[in-house]
C-alpha cells in the first residue's frame, strides 16, 4: 500500500482516474470530494498488483472532534476495489491504519455499497476487526441504506426506458411541456433559483438543509461534467419561475439524485416527473449503466410521512436496493464511548427540531 502524495499532480490523476472508470467507484470516493466538505481534512491510500498497477484505492476523510483532539476518519463508500478481495482490502486498510496513527484517530468507518444480502462481503470486513450494525434502523447512517436505482439502462433507448415506467408517469413527464414547464440544465449560477425551493422542501418535508456555499462548492468542483443544478421553470404573467429542481452528479457509470427541490404551488404542472426524466436522459446520453434516485427512507411503512418519496420514485419502475450499511473499526474505545455520548445529545436535539418541523408542516396541511 501507498499513501498518496498529495504535491504529484501524476499520481492524484491516475488516482482519479481509476475511481471514475471502475465499477467500484463513486462520486463520494473523487478527489473532488474533499474539496466540497468544509471543516473535513483528507488522505488516500493506494493499492497495487505486482506490476504496479492500481487495483484499489480509499479516499479517507478526516473530522476533528472539539475540545478532545482525536480525529474520525470516514471513507464515504469506500474503498473503491472489490470488496471480495481480501488481499486488497487489507492492504487499504493497512494505509488506514497509518492515517489512524498520523491522526490520533479514535474511530475509523467505511461503508462500501454493496448489498445487504451479499453476506459473504459482510464478513469479511467482520473478519477484518470492524464491527457492524446488522440491518441498521433508517437515519441512523450517514449514507441512505434504502435506495431506489434504475440498473441496466445503458445501451437502452430513452423510449425503452420510458415504456417500463408506470402509464400515469409517462402521461405526467409529456403533460408539464404541454403546459409550458421547461426543464433546464444549469450551473451553480442558477442557486438563486433553486436555493428557495430548496428550503421551502426541507420546511415542507421536514429534512435539514445545505447552505447555499456548499451547494455552490458541490457543483463547480465537480463541474459541468460531473454534476449539474436541474431547474424547471414555467411562465406566468410573462416571468420565468422556478418550480423544482434537482442536483445531480455523473460519475463512474452512475447517475444520482443527490439534492431535490420543489414549490408549494404549482404542482399541478408535474414539474417533478419532467426533472426525473430530464436527469434519466442524462444518464443515458452519459452511457451510465444506472441511474440513482437515491434514499428512499421509511419505504415499507404507508402512514410515514416519507413514503410519498418512495411512492413517487416506484412509479418509475425501478428496485429498491438495500446496502449492507457501515462498518467501524475502534482505535480508542474509552475516547469512543464519550464520543458517542456527547453525539447523542446532538442527535437527539437534531431528531426533536425534525419532528417538531413534521408536526408544524402537518398542522398547516390541516
Given amino acids: 500500500m501507498e499513501i498518496i502524495n498529495k504535491s504529484d499532480k501524476t499520481l492524484l490523476k491516475e488516482y482519479e482516474n481509476f475511481v471514475k472508470n471502475s465499477e467500484y467507484g463513486n462520486f463520494m470516493q473523487s478527489l473532488r470530494w474533499p474539496k466540497v466538505k468544509e471543516g473535513w481534512g483528507w488522505d488516500a491510500v493506494i493499492s497495487r498488483d505486482s506490476e504496479g498497477k492500481i487495483r484499489g484505492t480509499c479516499l479517507v476523510i478526516t473530522k476533528k472532534v472539539p475540545i478532545f483532539g482525536v480525529k474520525f476518519l470516514y471513507a ?31 474511530q475509523f468507518m467505511w461503508d462500501p455499497p454493496f448489498e445487504e444480502k451479499e453476506e459473504d462481503r459482510t464478513a469479511l470486513i467482520e473478519s477484518m476487526g470492524f464491527s457492524h450494525i446488522h440491518n441498521a434502523a433508517e437515519l441512523t447512517t450517514i449514507q441512505a441504506r434504502n435506495n431506489y436505482m434504475l440498473r441496466d439502462i445503458k445501451g437502452k433507448t430513452a423510449d425503452e426506458v420510458m415504456a417500463g415506467f408506470k402509464p400515469d408517469w409517462r402521461n405526467r413527464i409529456r403533460k408539464g411541456p404541454k403546459k409550458g414547464v421547461t426543464c433546464e440544465a444549469c450551473g451553480s449560477d442558477r442557486l438563486d433559483d433553486f436555493y428557495p425551493l430548496y428550503e421551502a422542501t426541507g420546511i415542507r418535508d421536514g429534512f435539514s438543509i445545505r447552505g447555499k ?23 406566468e404573467d410573462g416571468k420565468k419561475i422556478p418550480i ?42 452519459g452511457g451510465c449503466d444506472i441511474y440513482d434516485f437515491m434514499g428512499i427512507p421509511f419505504y415499507t411503512d404507508e402512514t410515514n410521512p416519507n413514503y410519498g418519496v418512495y411512492k413517487f420514485k ?11 450499511g457501515e462498518f467501524f473499526y475502534v482505535f480508542k474505545p474509552f475516547m469512543k464511548k464519550i464520543v458517542d455520548k456527547c453525539e447523542k ?8 427540531k425534525r419532528q417538531k418541523l413534521l408536526k408544524n408542516r402537518n398542522t398547516d396541511m390541516q
Avoid at 346 to 352: G, K, P, Q, Y
Fill in 244 to 285: 423544482s429542481g434537482a442536483i445531480t452528479t455523473q460519475y463512474a457509470g452512475k447517475t444520482c439524485y443527490v439534492y431535490g427541490a420543489s414549490a408549494n404551488h404549482h404542482r399541478n404542472l408535474y414539474p417533478n416527473y419532467l426533472m426525473q426524466w430530464t436527469m434519466i436522459n442524462w444518464a443515458l446520453e
Fill in 76 to 106: 464515504p463508500h469506500g474503498p473503491c476495489c472489490d470488496w471480495s478481495d481480501k488481499e486488497v482490502m487489507q492492504d487499504l486498510f493497512e494505509g488506514v491504519k497509518v492515517l489512524a496513527k498520523k491522526h490520533r484517530c479514535y
Fill in 314 to 324: 416506484k412509479g418509475f419502475n425501478g428496485e429498491v436496493v438495500t446496502y449492507a
Fill in 345 to 352: 445529545i446532538v442527535m437527539d436535539r437534531h431528531e426533536r
Fill in 213 to 235: 456555499e456548499y451547494l455552490a462548492k458541490f457543483i463547480d468542483s465537480f463541474g459541468k461534467d460531473h454534476c449539474r443544478l436541474f431547474v424547471c421553470y414555467c411562465e
